[in-house]
């Protein structure tokens, strides 16, 4: 088995938080656009746009994360 360095191990660490953080991305995106709706009677609308916000923002985290596991040897 060939040793692992402190790099693949961050490697690793950010990797197995990407499904964790693409589904925080859209609880809070739909939350807030949730909590919007009642706050202003707009229901559904804020919140449709806030899940659809929080979709962009999650892939966008998978995206960064993904070209950062690329550059590391």
Avoid at 1 to 6: G, H, Q, R
Avoid at 26 to 32: P, T
Avoid at 37 to 49: V, Y
Wanted: hydrophobic fraction near 50%.
């Amino acid at each position: 088995m060939p040793p692992t360095s402190p790099n693949t191990w961050q490697l690793i660490g950010q990797l197995s938080t990407i499904g964790l953080s693409f589904v925080f991305a859209l609880v809070i995106g739909f939350g807030a656009g949730y909590w919007l709706d009642i706050q202003f009677g707009t229901s559904p609308w804020l919140a449709f746009l806030g899940f659809f916000l929080g979709l962009a923002a999650g892939i966008l985290n998978v995206y960064r994360v993904m070209q950062l596991a690329q550059k590391k040897p």
